[in-house]
């Protein structure tokens, strides 16, 4: 099933809807659906990488808005809305161990991590925000610099090097991630002094 899910969202990077597929996608996947943006993200930056800043521009302002649709699934309709959705993805486990470590800083470490690697799922960690009533300026912000990173970052390395970057970005993302996450952690720890 999610081989023939990802087949179909691919074909709609050659369409000449595909900037409006990317946005959907891009929103639904970061409440929902199990394919990620990048897979109609990146062959459509390097199909037209003189397109690749408004290709990022949309996939962050969708992700951001899709991330705040998932806060409020987890926030106003868990029982009725999330988790269907976590059983049916087989995500119901991963979101239970998630949600026993909960606190501020986990949650916007989980925002940071999930939003440039997808790992964990962005969905899960949307709901799950929604769920402990994470701050949702805060949520909003990270989500911002998160997914904004990655679809910028993307592009950039896309319209800077084409399909040869595509091995260094699947080999070096954990360490970009790591760096990002160093930041983050001590933007925050410097936030909560100063509050």
């Avoid at 996947?29 to 037209?48: G, H, K, Q, T």
């Avoid at 997914?147 to 970009?176: D, N, Q, S």
């Amino acid at each position: 099933m999610f081989r023939k899910l990802y087949l179909w969202t691919l074909r709609w990077a050659g369409s000449r809807h595909a900037p409006a597929a990317m946005g959907t996608v891009s929103f639904v996947e970061s409440s929902v659906f199990p394919i990620p943006a990048d897979v109609l993200f990146i062959p459509m930056v390097l199909a037209r990488p003189d397109k690749a800043w408004r290709y990022a521009l949309i996939a962050t302002v969708t992700s951001v808005l899709g991330g705040i649709f998932g806060w409020m699934i987890g926030h106003f309709a868990f029982d009725l809305i999330a988790a269907p959705l976590l059983e049916f993805y087989h995500k119901t486990a991963a979101f239970d161990a998630l949600k026993d470590k909960t606190g501020d800083l986990a949650i916007l470490v989980m925002l940071v991590t999930s939003g440039l690697t997808h790992i964990p799922p962005m969905k899960v960690v949307t709901i799950l925000s929604g769920l402990v009533s994470f701050d949702l300026n805060w949520f909003i912000l990270s989500a911002i610099v998160a997914r904004g990173g990655r679809f910028y970052l993307l592009a950039y390395l896309l319209k800077t090097h084409g399909v040869a970057i595509t091995g260094f970005i699947e080999r070096r993302m954990a360490w970009i991630v790591g760096g990002v996450l160093v930041v983050a952690a001590l933007i925050w720890l410097i936030v909560k002094a100063m509050g």
